[in-house]
């Protein structure tokens, strides 16, 4: 047991530091605070808190990891988050079973759960949405919404367009949807890819358009189209016409 300076008593736990879980009223344990205030709050059991204030206003919420600096430091009551990097998660009060891994990683979430960012700024102005991934510095960058929004963004810059879309699935570099609001779609990669192709080495879209043949996979109809003003179809099979619907929205017919 390690008795702190204010006789307080903490089971099978540390603190290394200036007032590190020094909680008065503290009787918890299996706790590792390390760092000027760490677990200044606490009174749970089994979080670890590295860094300057890490884990600082954290009372019940139990097996938190916190490393670096302000490291979800305004955390009250939630349990089972991870933060790595300075002001990782920072204000998280009972938002649950997130991880932020980099500086500012979910620096802006509040209660949202089970969100995942990972790099630099990943997911930093996400409040209260959740089931999120981002990962890559800046991936979903400026998103915004509650409830379950339900997005993966893979890829630096990936889905900083994104605001309240949800069930988005957003990979490679710089990879938008068609708007900052869109829904149920997927997107690979930015605006300068051109050609989808398989491991074996066979294109599925080349030069913008689907590539036909026989064999297994060929497809059935593919169009080629400018979509720039009215509608200018350059190449197609079995597509009689194509409609435009709205900003990056198109019907195939």
Not at 37 to 58: D, I, Q, R
């Amino acid at each position: 047991n390690l008795t702190l300076d204010n006789g307080n008593a903490n089971s099978n736990s540390v603190a290394i530091g200036f007032a590190a879980l020094s909680n008065t009223a503290n009787s918890s344990s299996s706790n590792t605070a390390v760092g000027s205030t760490a677990l200044l709050s606490n009174v749970a059991n089994n979080n670890t808190a590295v860094g300057m204030e890490s884990l600082y206003s954290n009372t019940t919420g139990t097996a938190n990891l916190a490393v670096g600096a302000y490291a979800m430091c305004l955390n009250t009551s939630a349990s089972n988050n991870t933060a790595v990097g300075v002001s990782s998660l920072l204000v998280n009060t009972t938002g649950t079973a997130n991880v932020g891994v980099g500086r500012d990683s979910l620096v802006a979430n509040t209660t949202g759960a089970d969100n995942t960012g990972i790099g630099f700024q990943a997911l930093c102005t996400l409040t209260v949405g959740n089931r999120n991934t981002a990962v890559g510095k800046n991936a979903l960058l400026n998103m915004s919404g509650s409830g379950d929004r339900n997005n993966t963004a893979i890829g630096h810059s990936a889905g900083t367009n994104v605001s309240t879309g949800f069930n988005l699935t957003l990979l490679g570099y710089s990879a938008e949807p068609s708007s900052g609001t869109a829904t149920n779609k997927i997107t690979l990669g930015d605006a300068n890819v051109t050609t989808l192709r398989m491991g074996n080495g066979v294109n599925i879209v080349s030069g913008g358009a689907l590539v036909g043949g026989s064999g297994v996979g060929s497809v059935k109809a593919y169009v080629n189209f400018d979509g720039t003003g009215t509608v200018s179809v350059t190449n197609s099979a079995n597509v009689s016409s194509v409609t435009d619907n709205g900003t990056g929205e198109y019907i195939v017919n």
